[in-house]
Nanobody, 121 residues
Framework: QVQLVESGGGLVQAGGSLRLSCAAS????????MGWYRQAPGKQRELVAT???????NYADSVKGRFTISRDNAKNTVYLQMNSLKPEDAAVYYC???????????????WGQGTQVTVSS
């Protein structure tokens, strides 16, 4: 009932930049929080950054100063600008949205399909 479609992953050299996008669609009343997580091979999924619909942001220490999360509330879209990429940033990046589908319902967690980010050294 809610779909998250990601785009923007790919291969980049260390020090380069990528911009990820994630658009939510479907039965949406509001999206209090959107964010990005990542999972590298053999590791657990970890938080990268989140942003509320009021614009408050939260970042993992490992990406502070290099990554910037933003969102367009009118488009239900979240972005992740990734600069100064390092080989250790390589992972599958997943979009997350806490979606309220109806005013009387609680928020639910929705996930995108993931997009691969590869950083060559």
């Amino acid at each position: 009932q809610v779909q998250l479609v990601e785009s923007g992953g790919g291969l980049v050299q260390a020090g380069g930049s990528l911009r990820l996008s994630c658009a939510a669609s479907g039965r949406i009343f509001s999206i209090p929080t959107m964010g990005w997580y990542r999972q590298a091979p053999g590791k657990q999924r970890e938080l990268v950054a989140t942003i509320t619909n009021g614009g408050s942001t939260n970042y993992a220490d490992s990406v502070k100063g290099r990554f910037t999360i933003s969102r367009d509330n009118a488009k239900n879209t979240v972005y992740l600008q990734m600069n100064s990429l390092k080989p250790e940033d390589a992972a599958v990046y997943y979009c997350n949205a806490r979606v309220v589908m109806h005013i009387l319902l609680s928020a639910i967690d929705c996930w995108g399909q993931g997009t691969q980010v590869t950083v060559s050294s």
